[in-house]
């Protein structure tokens, strides 16, 4: 199983970027998606999330601003980030779960910097 997380980067406070991870070895459209994100030392919290179905669930931080989507042809799950703030920098993972399991599979990470 491999889940490779791209996109992040260095980008001013309101500006914009679009996160992608690609996943291989999972049956991806049965899975739930996620993305995570850790801020130096702070915990790991989950910021957006996709079922197999296609709910979306997001962190009150993020609501109106971050859309997670999902692209069931191509294996590669998406979190389109707007209006970012400096708040937001952090080291953003991407994970899925089987139905009903727990977040098992991890991307390696990609930092986002957002400064003001």
């Known amino acids: 199983v491999q889940l490779q997380a791209s996109g992040g980067g260095l980008v001013q406070a309101g500006g914009s970027l679009r996160l992608s991870c690609a996943a291989s070895?999972?049956?991806?459209?049965?899975?739930?998606l996620g993305w995570y994100r850790q801020a130096p030392g702070k915990q790991r919290e989950l910021v957006a999330s996709i079922t197999s179905g296609g709910t979306t669930n997001y962190a009150d931080s993020v609501k109106g601003r971050f859309t997670i989507s999902r692209d069931n042809a191509k294996n590669t799950e998406y979190l389109q980030m707007n209006s970012l703030k400096p708040e937001d920098t952090a080291v953003y993972y991407c994970?899925?779960?089987?139905?009903?399991?727990?977040?098992?599979?991890w991307g390696q990470g990609t930092q986002v910097t957002v400064s003001s």
């Open positions: 994970a899925a779960r089987s139905r009903g399991g727990s977040w098992a599979y």
């Open positions: 070895g999972i049956s991806f459209s049965n899975n739930d």
